[in-house]
């Protein structure tokens, strides 16, 4: 993503930064990171087969319960097994909570992936883990991230799929571990690679942002006016080396087309969207954050990240989950429904998943001052995976009686990644620099879940 300060403005967006250093920060690191290996990256991953499809992840931040989800055990002793009863979905021998009743009447647009696991308790590793697929040290530290994220380095490959579109946000906001952007983050790719961040309350009834609009005194002829954009780059000219000079075009008409096309602005106008449909999504930030999730897609967004915070449940986590569930369930049921019917399915893969699951048992509650929850736990964990070519009504691997460990097809977060890269046609051997310079394979030791597919 590109702005441009015109005539001196100095004005801030919420992330502190002002308009001129954002350009300044983006063009240097870009630099740095040699413009040239980007676009070869973008045409070796169109000679692999990159797709005109996008990814939304709707991310259950703190570590949903997937014995209270999507891997139920009714068999196992009465201290291990979900609070809820399960129930049958559409599909024969695929039963979740019974607080899902939508989703159940839909499972067989869904895949249920019960197999995952990285085996860490902690917050921070667990979440740098699912979103960058390493560990890096950051257990117990409410440190920035240490890799990029999976949204950052997909996007900073393919960029949006239509002109005037941010490739890669985060609704209402990108936050893990009580840090922004956290974990979503590009981190040493540089800020330019951080997800947009429109912030707000999506469930209000006239939701929009004006982030996008013109800066102050800039008019849409000065912006078409390649000399004044040219003089406005200038300095940055003469810091690059003559390669990312001769490809400057490109992000000069990334920046038109971002401030003067409208899309950007349009996508974000809840109030145009039918009532009706805003109900059926719930009335609520959840619900309203994935609605708005579809729309970004729709108007050709590539990575959409929606922040379901509030499942850290070592207390009371049944009280909790009686307001959580049904909020999701409306949610996941809906988007499904909404993204079939305006025939985006096939081309935008829905995620479900959280940083890791929760015991099977019951804690004591804080030795009894507060009713029983579930702690951490990083050995089992369950994520529901639609669109992009999946295939729905299919269990992927499975866990043992007690849902405490994978028994069938253990997978890890590189083979989620992995999965990501082959919906979006990615290269899989993609490699970006570090800190220093040198080459980091993008996936580490991960494959496509050929299983989806």
Known sequence: MFRIDAEGQSGRYCDGLSRRSFVQVGMAGLASLSLPQLLR????????????????????????????TYDMKPEAPENCRGIWKPIKTNVPGIEITEMFPRQAGLADKFALIRSLHHGEGDHYTGTHLMLTGRTAGVSGQAIPGKFPSIGSVTTKVTGPRQA???????????????????????????????????????????????????????????????????????????????????????????????????????????GQENPKLRERYGRNGWGQSTLLARRLVEAGATFVTVQLGGWDNHYDLEAAYKRYLPQVDSAVASLLEDLEDRGLLDTTLVLVLGEFGRTPWMNNGNNGKAKPGRDHWGRAMTCLAAGGGVQGGRVIGATDARAERPTELPLTPADLHATIFHVLGVDPKLRYPDRNGRPVDAIHDGNPIGQLF
């Open 41 to 68: 990256a973008r045409n070796q991953s169109s000679a692999a087969g990159r797709k005109e499809t996008s990814t939304i992840l709707l991310w259950l931040d703190g570590g949903p319960s997937h014995i209270d």
């Open 164 to 270: 005037g579109m941010p490739p890669y946000i985060s609704v209402p906001m990108a936050m893990t571990t009580g840090q922004r952007p956290g974990y979503f983050g590009g981190n040493f790719l540089g800020p330019q690679y951080d997800p947009f961040q429109p912030g707000g309350d999506p469930n209000q009834d006239d939701y929009s942002i004006k982030k996008f609009n013109l800066p102050a005194k800039m008019t849409i002829d000065q912006l078409e006016d390649r000399q004044h954009l040219l003089g406005t780059l200038d300095q940055f000219r003469r810091e690059t080396e003559s390669s990312v000079v001769d490809t400057m075009d490109q992000f000069q008409r990334e920046a038109y087309d971002l401030v003067a096309s409208g899309r950007a602005a349009t996508a974000f106008q809840m």
